[in-house]
Antibody, heavy 118, light 113 residues
Framework: EMQLVESGGDLVQPGGSLRLSCAASGFTFSDYTMTWVRQAPGKGLEWVSSVSASADNTDYADSVKGRFTISRDNSKNTVYLQMNSLRGEDTAVYYC???????????WGQGTLVTVSS | DIVMAQSPDSLAVSLGERATLNCKSSQSVLYSSNNKNYLAWYQQKPGQPPKLLIYWASTRESGVPDRFSGSGSGTDFTLTISSLQAEDVAVYYCQQYYSVPITFGQGTRLEIK
C-alpha cells in the first residue's frame, strides 16, 4: 500500500527556518515526481513545489521562490522542503504528494502543520 | 498563470439527487497534440487530505464509485455525482496541469439538503 508520512511541522517565528520531510513507502519512489501542496487554515489548496524523479528538475510557486528549496534522497525514499525566511502567510498544512508525471496527485500524505507566528 | 474558477462556492443537494459542480479555466487546458484536457478533480473531507477522483477531465481513478463522472473540454468542465450519498459531503477541487504553476480552483463545498 502506498504511504506518505510528513514530519517537521512546528511553530516558528517570522524570519525563521524549518525543514519538512516526507517518507514514502509502497511504491518505487525513484520513478516518481514528488510535490508539496499547502492549505492555509480554512482555505483552498496551493501548489508549492515539485521535484522530478531524478531531481534534475524543480519548480516553485512564485510565492515561495527564492525562500523554499525542494530536494529528495532516493536512497532514503524521502523528499524534503527547506523553508527559509518564513512569513505569516506560510502558515498552512503542508502535504506531500506522489505526482503522476503528467501532473496530478495520485496519493497524498496526512499533512504537517507549519505555524509562523511570534 | 491559469486561473481556475469553481461554481457554485457551496451547494446543497438532497440524498439520491444529482449534484453538478462546475470549473472554468482562464485559458484552454486542452493540449492539441494529444487531444487531452489537463484537468483533475479531488475530494476533500473534513480533517483529511484530498483524494483524487478524476484525471484527464473524465477518467475515473481506480476505486472511485461510478456515480462520479467528469466532463467538459477546453475551458469548461463539470463534475457530476449522479446520486448523492451521505459520504459524498466534502469540498471538491479542480486542478489544471496544463502549465506551471499548477493551479487549483477555490473549491465547492457540497452538503446535504
Amino acid at each position: 500500500e502506498m504511504q506518505l508520512v510528513e514530519s517537521g511541522g512546528d511553530l516558528v517565528q517570522p524570519g525563521g527556518s524549518l525543514r519538512l520531510s516526507c517518507a514514502a513507502s509502497g511504491f518505487t519512489f525513484s520513478d516518481y515526481t514528488m510535490t508539496w501542496v499547502r492549505q492555509a487554515p480554512g482555505k483552498g489548496l496551493e501548489w508549492v513545489s515539485s521535484v522530478s524523479a531524478s531531481a534534475d528538475n524543480t519548480d516553485y510557486a512564485d510565492s515561495v521562490k527564492g525562500r523554499f528549496t525542494i530536494s529528495r534522497d532516493n536512497s532514503k525514499n524521502t523528499v524534503y522542503l527547506q523553508m527559509n525566511s518564513l512569513r505569516g502567510e506560510d502558515t498552512a498544512v503542508y502535504y506531500c504528494a506522489k505526482w503522476v508525471v503528467s501532473g496530478w496527485a495520485e496519493c497524498w500524505g496526512q499533512g504537517t502543520l507549519v505555524t509562523v507566528s511570534s | 498563470d491559469i486561473v481556475m474558477a469553481q461554481s457554485p462556492d457551496s451547494l446543497a443537494v438532497s440524498l439520491g439527487e444529482r449534484a453538478t459542480l462546475n470549473c472554468k479555466s482562464s485559458q484552454s487546458v486542452l493540449y492539441s497534440s494529444n487531444n487531452k484536457n489537463y484537468l483533475a478533480w479531488y475530494q476533500q473531507k473534513p480533517g483529511q487530505p484530498p483524494k483524487l477522483l478524476i484525471y484527464w477531465a473524465s477518467t475515473r481513478e481506480s476505486g472511485v464509485p461510478d456515480r462520479f463522472s467528469g466532463s467538459g473540454s477546453g475551458t469548461d468542465f463539470t463534475l457530476t455525482i449522479s446520486s448523492l450519498q451521505a459520504e459524498d459531503v466534502a469540498v471538491y477541487y479542480c486542478q489544471q496541469y496544463y502549465s506551471v504553476p499548477i493551479t487549483f480552483g477555490q473549491g465547492t463545498r457540497l452538503e446535504i439538503k
